[in-house]
């Protein structure tokens, strides 16, 4: 079982970044596959990017692909999420997910998951 705790979130311009991180408790954390999604107001959760236990894949939505970066240290148990050129409509809640095996795009195949961290892109 892993434990993750999402952070970085906050208020930022359009145009501006942050970066999320995402702490995982356990030993193994290098055996899981991890994904970030989001849930804006009044909407499914989605699907932003995924990675592989060692980082050798990589996949991300279209609507971050060029802006998002998604990586990992598992020295620090921990995930990132980099992003740049924000957008107001990427305003929503940001989730860390973890799964065994690859990595997948649909919350289903996720079986721990963070509180979420608030992301707010001001226009």
């Known amino acids: 079982q892993v434990q993750l705790v999402e952070s970085g979130g906050g208020l930022v311009q359009a145009g501006g970044y942050l970066r999320l991180s995402c702490a995982a408790s356990?030993?193994?954390?290098?055996?899981?596959?991890m994904g970030w999604f989001r849930q804006a107001p009044g909407k499914e959760r989605e699907f932003v990017a995924g990675?592989?236990?060692?980082?050798?894949?990589?996949y991300y939505a279209d609507s971050v692909k060029g802006r998002f970066t998604i990586s990992r240290d598992n020295a620090k148990n921990t995930v990132y999420l980099q992003m740049n050129s924000l957008k107001p409509e990427d305003t929503a809640v940001y989730y860390c997910?973890?799964?065994?095996?690859?990595?997948?795009?649909?919350?289903?195949?996720?079986?721990?998951w963070g509180q979420g961290t608030q992301v707010t892109v001001s226009s």
């Open positions: 356990g030993r193994t954390f290098s055996s899981y596959a």
């Open positions: 990675i592989n236990w060692s980082g050798s894949r990589i």
């Open positions: 997910a973890a799964r065994h095996g690859s990595y997948g795009v649909f919350t289903s195949e996720y079986a721990y």
